[in-house]
């Protein structure tokens, strides 16, 4: 195992998985009409320490990638976008997940995935970095690698919310407050509830509300929720803690504004990892607005 370097403040560890996605060339159509697909790499973990590190944070990377082109290709697309990559481990037994995607005609899309077994689902517990992710100040991951053993039982559980989610797990048809509180229990400390093109609601011990979306033209929603969070972890390292953000009703609306152009900037074309903004990109788009 690599030895980590000692000087990682503020480190955000993301763990999870990263796939190739193949973007059909036309929207709207279903997968078999596609005439052509485009090789998009990514993954949610992929994405949020990468929007990490774009935002001008210290990132990591932790998980399992399969031995093969695709594995080694994405390895380096996390070293070139400024990635900490100690925590990566290559497996030869497996290979890379494909997600061939469809894209409606309003930029919403559909998953379709080759995996089983992938190189993340086969991650153990002895081959954790451990020393890389006592360092970090926040440890995000995706929930994907939670599907089978070994993989699954190497985790803590947690739960990121949007409004699909939301709707699963209460079973109501209608997001709004009233649904979105039912998740609410005594030790839970802020419930964030990402809409999309709505924009997010947050609820807190104290008080609750929502945050207006950017309007931008839509052409590939992958991503955006990714962004949304890699934006907001950044925010919340960078201010030292998720407290002192829920104490100040106008900060958490200032960092959600933030977040929400971060989403926004993500959806304006298709792919994900080329389109992920820099803070420049989000404070122009804030003024704009």
């Not at 379709?112 to 992710?133: G, H, V, Y």
Request: aromatic share 8%.
């Amino acid at each position: 195992m690599a030895p980590v370097n000692s000087n990682l403040h503020d480190l955000i560890v993301s763990f999870g998985d990263m796939l190739i996605n193949f973007v059909p060339t036309v929207s709207g159509v279903a997968l078999a009409e596609s005439p052509g697909f485009v090789k998009v790499p990514g993954g949610t973990p992929t994405n949020v320490v990468i929007v990490v590190a774009r935002l001008g944070g210290k990132a990591a990377f932790v998980g399992k990638l399969d031995d093969d082109e695709f594995g080694r290709m994405l390895a380096n697309i996390l070293k070139d976008n400024g990635v900490i990559t100690d925590g990566i481990l290559f497996d030869e037994g497996a290979r890379t997940v494909l997600a061939f995607v469809t894209l409606k005609s309003d930029g919403d899309r559909e998953f379709m995935f080759c995996r089983n077994p992938s190189a993340d689902m086969l991650l153990t517990k002895a081959e954790f970095n451990l020393d890389l992710i006592r360092k970090a100040k926040i440890f995000h991951y995706g929930s994907i690698s939670l599907i089978m053993k070994p993989c699954r039982s190497a985790h803590i559980k947690a739960m990121e919310v949007n409004d699909n989610e939301l709707e699963f797990l209460t079973g109501c048809e209608v997001v709004n407050d009233e649904a979105a509180l039912s998740l609410w229990h005594p030790r839970l400390k802020f419930l964030l509830v990402i809409l999309g093109e709505k924009g997010c609601s947050y609820y807190i011990k104290d008080f609750c509300g929502s945050v207006d979306p950017f309007v931008v033209k839509t052409v590939d929603m992958t991503g955006a929720g990714d962004a949304f969070v890699g934006a907001l972890l950044t925010k919340i390292v960078n201010d030292g803690s998720i407290e002192s953000i829920l104490k100040d009703e106008a900060r958490l609306r200032e960092v959600l504004k933030f977040t929400n152009g971060c989403g926004a900037i993500t959806t304006t074309k298709k792919g994900v990892i080329p389109v992920l903004p820099n803070e420049t990109e989000v404070l122009k788009l804030i003024q704009v607005e």
